[in-house]
C-alpha cells in the first residue's frame, strides 16, 4: 500500500507519536468525517485559534491555560495548512466537555 506525503504542517516533525501510530498509512485510509465527533473532557477550546476555527459543534468554554486547545489539537487540528500540528482526524469534528476538575496544574 503506499502512503501518502507526510503533512507540511510546522510541527509535525516533532510530533514523533504519529510516526508510532503509522498516521501517514492510516489516512491513506481515511482522514475521518465530519459526520464523527470527538468528545474531549477538558478545559475548554480556543475557538478562534488558527487550528480549531470552524472544527467543534455547540459553544465550548473559552480556554484559560492552553491545554483543552492542545488535547483536541491533536485528536483534530486542521492538518496539511503549513500551520502548527497535524491533527489525527483531520476530518472530525469536535465536542468540548468542560470539566471543572481541570486547573492550572491538571
Known amino acids: 500500500r503506499q502512503t501518502i506525503d507526510a503533512p507540511n504542517d510546522v ?63 491533536v485528536a483534530g487540528a486542521a492538518t496539511a495548512n503549513a500551520k502548527g500540528v497535524a491533527g489525527i482526524c483531520q476530518l472530525c469534528t469536535h465536542q468540548l466537555l468542560q470539566s471543572a476538575q481541570f486547573d492550572r496544574v491538571g
Not at 481515511?30 to 476555527?53: C, F, Q, R, Y
Open 11 to 73: 510541527y509535525y516533525a516533532n510530533q514523533w507519536n504519529l510516526a508510532k501510530l503509522l498516521m501517514t498509512q492510516a489516512w491513506d485510509i481515511s482522514k475521518g468525517t465530519p459526520a464523527v465527533t470527538i468528545a474531549v473532557l477538558d478545559t475548554g477550546i480556543d475557538v478562534v485559534h488558527e487550528e480549531m476555527a470552524g472544527r467543534f459543534s455547540g459553544s465550548p468554554a473559552p480556554d484559560d491555560n492552553g491545554h483543552g486547545t492542545g488535547v483536541a489539537g
